[in-house]
T-cell receptor, first 113, second 112 residues
Framework: AQSVTQPDIHITVSEGASLELRCNYS??????LFWYVQSPGQGLQLLLK??????LVQGIKGFEAEFKRSQSSFNLRKPSVHWSDAAEYFC???????????FGAGTRLTVKP | DAGITQSPRHKVTETGTPVTLRCHQT?????MYWYRQDPGHGLRLIHY???????DKGEVSDGYSVSRSKTEDFLLTLESATSSQTSVYFC???????????FGPGTRLTVT
């Protein structure tokens, strides 16, 4: 089965600074990749997804992610972080062969004023 | 926002008692999922459904059962709750799979 690793449990950045959250996946075929955000006490909301095509995908709230097959990575980026971006971020990988979506353990983002 | 509700939103129960959580959708999506969220583990799939009366196990299905008798409702049952099942439970739906999933607000379950 597919799996996801998010190496950073917690990241702190200053407001206005750039952000990169790492995601590495393990899957033998073409993965279906997702980034979700979860604010405290809330469910998850999709930021962006990659199925095929252009490896740089744009999402909501100014986020983007780049699929790199050679590195088995799907890192999330934002050029300038806002205080409202403080939340937990989850990378997920799906498979066409089954309906099992696997999530990473999450990265908690703190934004300093 | 996708029309997904979960009930109850909070529940405290004792070890050994049965518990049923309900997920209700108004979107007519084919796929429905139950996840549990625990610190350090992210979300882990318990069971999912790909149609009425069609269900399958996920990564952590032991101790849980599900039923889906109508498109809009997906029930998760803990036959005999244990303290290890203390968690936050999320329901999600999607039109196709794999695809974007829409999540409910969650149910916080505490087993004492």
């Amino acid at each position: 089965a597919q799996s996801v690793t998010q190496p950073d449990i917690h990241i702190t950045v200053s407001e206005g600074a750039s952000l990169e959250l790492r995601c590495n996946y393990s899957y033998g075929a073409t993965p279906y990749l997702f980034w979700y955000v979860q604010s405290p006490g809330q469910g998850l909301q999709l930021l962006l997804k990659y199925f095929s095509g252009d490896t740089l995908v744009q999402g909501i709230k100014g986020f983007e992610a780049e699929f790199k097959r050679s590195q088995s990575s799907f890192n999330l980026r934002k050029p300038s972080v806002h205080w409202s971006d403080a939340a937990e971020y989850f990378c997920a990988v799906g498979s066409y062969n089954n309906n099992d979506m696997r999530f990473g353990a999450g990265t908690r983002l703190t934004v300093k004023p | 926002d996708a029309g997904i509700t979960q009930s109850p939103r909070h529940k405290v129960t004792e070890t050994g008692t049965p518990v049923t959580l309900r997920c209700h959708q108004t979107e007519n999506h084919r796929y429905m999922y139950w996840y549990r969220q625990d610190p350090g583990h992210g979300l882990r799939l318990i069971h999912y459904s790909y149609g009425v009366k069609d269900t399958d196990k996920g990564e952590v299905s032991d101790g849980y059962s599900v039923s889906r008798s109508k498109t809009e409702d997906f029930l998760l049952t803990l036959e005999s709750a244990t303290s290890s099942q203390t968690s936050v439970y999320f329901c999600a739906i999607s039109m196709t799979a794999p695809d974007e999933q829409y999540f409910g607000p969650g149910t916080r379950l505490t087993v004492t």
